[in-house]
């Protein structure tokens, strides 16, 4: 009985310490030279930074939009996040060229630097900025 006890109790533990580990996340963009428009790759609950940037570039580059080849070999990290949330903000509008991105350890926290820093892009157009993705990894609380 002692052993069967403590061999769930190490399973448990191994569990927990596993689900704590991917917690790394990233943000990749790649943005037009005329500022018509972007590509956007994000990862999150990866084991490793690498692993994490990796995929947020692979999804970048592979997203299915009519942006140029060439624009979405250009992705890049912008944000790298770690038990937080994150969000991406954007004037959604066909000719809306303003976005920015929060994160932060809560998800309300995580859209207002999101919502700020596009509106602080968007000039008169500021009110159209709208969320238009986020997530909280690892152990980050969603703040909902």
Known sequence: MKIRSFVLA?????????T?????????????????GMSIGVSYNFDSRAEADAE?????????????????????????????CMALAKDPSDDGTAWGWGSNDSQAD????????????????????????RHCDGSAASGK
């Open 56 to 84: 947020a570039i692979r999804q970048c580059r592979q997203s299915e939009n009519s942006y140029p080849l060439g624009q979405r070999a250009r992705c890049e990290v912008v944000a790298s996040y770690d038990n937080q």
């Open 110 to 133: 995580a859209d207002s630097r999101a919502l700020s820093e596009c509106r602080a892009n968007a000039g008169g157009r500021a009110n159209r900025c709208r969320i238009t993705m």
């Open 20 to 36: 704590q580990a991917l917690a790394d996340g990233t943000i990749a963009i790649a943005q037009t030279s005329d500022d018509r």
């Open 10 to 18: 190490a399973m448990l533990s191994a569990a927990f310490v596993q």
